[in-house]
């Protein structure tokens, strides 16, 4: 995986985790998302659906230790978002292609961040 990609993930990981704590969505030891109803916005601020747990090969995404840090990118260029969870316990990321569409999103099983051949560790603090 080539360095700007690396920084890319890096920078949507803050980003993401910072936008899902100002939106009170829990993190917990599974990658779950909320939703915008687009309908239903008060008072100009968007009102969330209630969070779900997403799947991959037909099951509930889970990390192996510490909390989730799910966010979405084009992994592979190909105009569909794909889902990359980083794991507080380890520093390690795991990365979903998707095999579905934007509307109807499938993943398939993971692969991990790797640098240099190695599976690609971030602090955690």
């Not at 990118?73 to 978002?81: K, S």
Request: aromatic share 6%.
């Amino acid at each position: 995986m080539s360095v700007k990609l690396t920084h890319m993930i890096r920078s949507h990981c803050l980003v993401i985790t910072v936008l899902l704590a100002s939106t009170g969505v829990s993190q917990d030891a599974g990658a779950t998302a909320a939703v915008e109803s687009p309908a239903s916005q008060s008072g100009g601020l968007p009102k969330l659906a209630a969070p779900f747990l997403v799947e991959a090969d037909g099951k509930p995404i889970a990390t192996q230790v510490g909390h989730a840090a799910p966010f979405v990118t084009d992994l592979d260029g190909d105009g569909v978002w794909d889902l990359a969870v980083g794991e507080f316990g380890g520093g390690g990321c795991r990365l979903y292609k998707n095999l579905g569409t934007a509307k109807q999103p499938k993943f398939g099983s993971f692969s991990m961040l790797l640098s240099d051949g190695k599976p690609a560790a971030m602090e955690s603090s």
